[in-house]
């Protein structure tokens, strides 16, 4: 039977031995493989890929997320998503959103058949993170299809006003954020794709904001099943993207939708992707970092 994947996303991209230290404590209890960490300075974020089965992931994602509360403070500020940049600087607080320490969990399914256990490992890992003290609010198919970005919005002062006021309430774990680690987002969903893609000059972040709009879900060349923000990084602007049908809609769709309005310098993937969404990829566009071998599911994972 093929394994369950997690991916968490941890709120911490620029100290390397510390998202060491969190990768490590993912599998720390053996039975878990790390399959890939992907650190993002400018985002502040780490993307942890793990693959286990049904009874392992869930224990995994708990030691995970208890390291993690040891080692990030969302408390300091970071919440803020958007700066006023000077020319080539970093963003202090990073341009991903997040409302928690170890923010988003996701327990991925390959099958239809995995579905069930994809559900349930997800449940039992939402309970023993709420058990550090940590409120976990389910996301997707295990919310009647609540978005991360509903919960997201305005940051983690946000959340804690609406839990404060009794307009969310948790599914699991205390009634209030976690002091230093904030919440957690868990859900089960199948693979999707978060992949960027980097502006050539003279494009703008107010450019990379109009074309996010313009080909998210529901904007006015929408594509569907596609999240996109657009973001000032110390390179340039760039859209920032979740593709949540990546069999139906390719890498190279995505790319040709966004060259229609600007040219592309570079493509980053983050984590691991199916082998049909790089099917077809256009060989001009570079892809730094991209391995077939460790970032193809299926290579990764030898089916």
């Known amino acids: 039977m093929n394994p369950l ?31 890939d960490v992907h650190r993002d300075a400018d985002h502040h974020r780490a993307v942890v890929t793990l693959a286990g089965g049904p009874g392992e992931l869930a224990q995994a994602l708990m030691r995970g997320t208890a390291e993690a509360l040891q080692r990030i403070d969302i408390g300091d500020g970071r919440d803020r998503s958007r700066e006023t940049l000077a020319p080539g600087e970093r963003p202090r607080f990073g341009q991903h959103p997040h409302v928690g320490a170890v923010d988003v969990v996701p327990v991925v399914h390959l099958t239809a058949a995995q579905r069930g256990a994809a559900c349930a490992e997800a449940l039992v890992a939402a309970e023993e993170i709420g058990a550090l003290g940590v ?13 991360r970005a509903e919960l997201r919005r305005g940051g983690i002062k ?30 089960a969903r199948p693979p999707l794709v978060a992949f960027n893609l980097e502006l050539a000059p003279p494009a703008t972040v ?13 904007g ?72 077939p071998v460790r970032h193809l599911i299926e290579n990764a994972l030898k089916l």
């Open 158 to 187: 946000a959340l804690a006003a609406r839990m404060l006021a009794g307009e969310l309430r948790p599914d699991f774990g205390p009634s209030a954020p976690h002091p230093t680690g904030g919440a957690a987002l868990v859900g």
């Open 5 to 35: 994947l997690a991916v968490p996303n941890v709120s911490e991209g620029r100290d390397h031995p510390g998202v060491v230290a969190i990768a490590a404590a993912f599998t720390s209890g053996g039975g878990v493989r790390l399959l």
């Open 135 to 147: 409120p976990v609010f389910l996301y997707g198919e295990l919310a009647g299809s609540r978005t």
């Open 220 to 291: 006015e060349h929408g594509l569907p099943g596609v999240r996109a923000i657009g973001v000032a990084l110390q390179r340039g602007p760039q859209v920032s993207l979740n593709i949540e049908r990546p069999t139906e809609v390719p890498l190279r769709t995505v790319v040709s939708a966004v060259r229609a309005h600007a040219a592309v310098a570079r493509a980053e993937l983050v984590g691991l992707a199916p082998a049909a969404a790089l099917e077809g990829f256009p060989a001009d566009v570079p892809l730094p970092g991209f391995d």
């Open 206 to 218: 107010e450019d990379a904001r109009r074309i996010a709009a313009l080909i998210r879900e529901g």
